[in-house]
């Protein structure tokens, strides 16, 4: 609910038409879109396939300490603890402001970096400025996503699979502007990533905050449109990269295509501004001329009171460290020392290295993947953007899926994490064992899967530590992935590919001081990498599966009973204060 003045309504001419321009933008659905912009500019870490090869050739690096580059890029984009603790003592758009600080300075020293502007930095300054331009996405997902998921707790599911879903096209959609603004430079898209989504957060600083939960009869139906407009930009999004491909684009042609995403990208404000429309008609037609004022700038918890059955169990004053071991029920509000010591935590922490650890190696890798296989650089940049595209697909797939598998026959959302895993291990085969133009599948099937894995690990956090501590808790819930993209991108990978790429000049003859940069050719450069990773998501998947053992009862009864009860009591309190007196 927003703030709507006694009179505002009924004023007309310019006075009118300001009133509700101020209730749009501080409505919950303005908010929901300005939270799809900001995570359709958090998604530059998904971009390091295309402007990796500059950084290789500009500054002469071995695949080894690319990877090792893009492993840092993984733990900035990971580590997201220090955003969580910050947003539980500060405003969101405090949050907000330090991420895109963060985001603008990481990216623009790379940028400085391989345009030759500054000094060639040691390995070491480059892996900083990576982590620093990569760990804005924690900010970024921090005061937007746990904001809308706080503010739309029954539709947790449906809510991060739609914001994920515009991080996975993130990619995408900032390739079209780079084309369209700078032309086919990829060094100019690391300008684009540094200023782009910093302004997008600066200028929508004020909008993203807790609101109180009200529930409206037609919240899911809503949720659906802007699924169905997200559905259209990826289509659209997805026919451009192919055409693309295939078709040399002018300049002009360029800012068409980036025009229309552009415009589809806004299609989610005109949904916001007719749903404000409704609310703005409905408020003015209930309420008397001088009817109280409704606000919402203050946050209002969105939990109710834990129904404990022993009050005395949980003192309000006890020691957080003398509590560790009296967890509460599944469901409840856990402290963070209660979540980080659960079991289902640890589990969830061992499907997520196996799981998006092997992902992130694949995704940071699909760029060297067509070299090796000797693809044109044209189509190498193609796998990217069908990996962004279909990293959409399965994050929005995920997110709406399994929440309609648990609302309607309470399927357990771990369950579909294994079989997402199931799925990744196959994309991984394929790579393997590669076959003409079947790259392009692994790309789709490793897009999917990858994209799957964030809506669902985020929901299960929420779902079974609760709400309270949730800045906190769902960052500490994917600090197994940069783990994971260490050992088997830097560890696994990288060193196996060298060590291909120099059996290969051993039998040319040549050493490895003789090249400038050391490249395997073939399909035997990733052959036992991925047959590793394989055999890591079949592993995930089965560790997955011990989660839905346990909690398959906790899923069964109605997790989202006590934020429909809490919902209603403030619908309640809203009709009193609203009715005439």
Excluded at 288 to 301: F, G, L, N, V, W
Aim: hydrophobic residues 50%; charged residues 15%.
């Amino acid at each position: 609910m927003v703030s709507v003045g006694g009179d505002g309504g009924r004023s007309g001419g310019c006075g009118g038409a300001f009133s509700f321009a101020v209730h749009v933008i501080r409505g919950r659905w303005f908010m929901i879109f300005a939270s799809f912009l900001i995570m359709a500019g958090a998604g530059a870490t998904y971009l390091f396939g295309i402007y990796s090869k500059e950084i290789k050739a500009t500054l002469a690096y071995d695949q080894t300490t690319l990877n090792l580059i893009g492993f840092f890029k993984d733990l900035g984009a990971n580590v997201g603890v220090p955003s969580g603790l910050i947003a539980e003592v500060t405003p969101t758009w405090f949050v907000l402001l330090v991420g895109s600080a963060l985001n603008f300075f990481g990216y623009f020293m790379i940028w400085l970096v391989v345009t030759g502007r500054i000094a060639k930095p040691k390995v070491w300054q480059m892996c900083l400025y990576i982590c620093i331009g990569a760990n804005s996405q924690n900010f970024a997902n921090t005061g937007a996503l746990v904001t809308c998921v706080k503010n739309f707790p029954e539709s947790r599911g449906i809510m991060l699979g739609l914001l994920k879903g515009f991080v996975g096209l993130s990619g995408a959609i900032m390739t079209q502007l780079y084309l369209a603004i700078y032309g086919n430079d990829s060094k100019d898209l690391i300008l684009l990533i540094a200023w782009l989504p910093a302004a997008i957060s600066v200028v929508f600083v004020y909008t993203i905050r807790t609101m109180r939960v009200v529930r409206q009869p037609n919240e899911v139906q809503i949720f659906y449109q802007f699924l169905y407009a997200s559905i259209v930009l990826a289509l659209f999004l997805m026919i451009m990269n192919i055409v693309q491909k295939k078709v040399i684009f002018s300049s002009g042609a360029y800012a068409a295509s980036a025009t229309v995403a552009c415009f589809l990208l806004f299609v989610p404000l005109f949904i916001a501004i007719r749903e404000e429309w409704a609310l703005w008609n409905s408020r003015n037609h209930q309420q008397p001329s001088q009817a109280p004022e409704i606000s919402t700038e203050k946050p209002a918890s969105i939990e109710p009171i834990p129904e404990e059955k022993n009050p005395e169990k949980f003192p309000k004053s006890a020691n957080c460290f003398l509590t560790i071991m009296q967890k509460p029920e599944r469901g409840e509000d856990y402290t963070i020392l209660q979540a980080l010591t659960s079991m289902d935590m640890w589990i969830l922490f061992a499907a997520t290295f196996c799981g998006l650890g092997s992902s992130l190696t694949a995704v940071d890798n699909l760029g060297q993947i067509g070299e090796s296989l000797e693809y044109p650089a044209r189509t190498v940049s193609s796998f990217v953007s069908l990996v962004s595209i279909w990293n959409y697909f399965g994050r929005v797939f995920s997110g709406f899926v399994s929440e309609i598998l648990l609302q309607k026959y309470k399927v357990p959302r771990p369950l579909m994490m294994t079989m997402v895993l199931l799925l990744s291990a196959i994309g991984y085969i394929i790579i393997a064992f590669p076959l003409p133009g079947s790259v392009y599948v692994a790309s789709v099937i490793i897009g999917f899967s990858f994209g799957a894995q964030l809506p669902l690990l985020f929901a299960i956090i929420s779902e079974l530590f609760g709400l309270k501590y949730y800045s906190t808790l769902f960052n500490c819930g994917q600090l197994a992935s940069p783990l994971g993209s260490y050992i088997l991108n830097v560890k696994v990978t990288g060193m196996l590919y060298d060590r291909q790429a120099t059996e290969d000049l051993a039998r040319k003859g040549l050493t490895r001081s003789a090249v400038k940069e050391l490249t395997c050719i073939g399909k035997h450069c990733y052959r036992w990498p991925f047959i590793i990773l394989t055999l890591v998501a079949l592993f995930g998947a089965f560790v997955s599966l011990i989660l839905v053992v346990r909690t398959r009862e906790f899923y069964k009864g109605d997790i989202y009973k006590k934020f429909r009860v809490d919902a209603e009591a403030v619908d309640k309190e809203i009709t009193l204060s609203s009715a005439p007196r």
